[in-house]
Nanobody, 124 residues
Framework: VQLQASGGGFVQSGDSLRLSCASS??????????VGWFRQAPGKGREFIAH????????LYADSVKGRFTISRDITKNTVFLQMNSLKPEDTAVYYC????????????????WGQGTLVTVSS
């Protein structure tokens, strides 16, 4: 499966932004892939943000974004979204979408596939 993330940009603190991740090839819905978002801030390691199981019935969020970010999908468009509200300067990072064939209950997604990143910069 190929994943293409988009929607990053430069915003002010408190603003909102929605990232998209379009799948092609072996699409997410066809293969029942679980999906997630990660981010990597400058000089730091890659950080889990959120995931959703293939049914869309279970979601998990990192504490740092809980209540501000929402993961969702549009099955008809084979696209996953990350709605980001109340953005903070510490949210500045390259954001990556990812997909996995398996998802263990209570554990964060361990991706089999990664999309290229999209840069989000939040100015104070």
């Amino acid at each position: 499966v190929q994943l293409q993330a988009s929607g990053g940009g430069f915003v002010q603190s408190g603003d909102s932004l929605r990232l998209s991740c379009a799948s092609s090839g072996r699409t997410l819905s066809t293969c029942k892939f679980h999906v997630g978002w990660f981010r990597q801030a400058p000089g730091k390691g890659r950080e889990f943000i959120a995931h959703m199981n293939w049914r869309g019935s279970s979601k998990l969020y990192a504490d740092s974004v809980k209540g501000r970010f929402t993961i969702s999908r549009d099955i008809t468009k084979n696209t996953v979204f990350l709605q980001m509200n109340s953005l903070k300067p510490e949210d500045t990072a390259v954001y990556y979408c990812a997909a996995a064939a398996d998802l263990k209950s209570g554990q964060q997604i361990s991706p089999d596939y990664w999309g290229q990143g999209t840069l989000v910069t939040v100015s104070s």
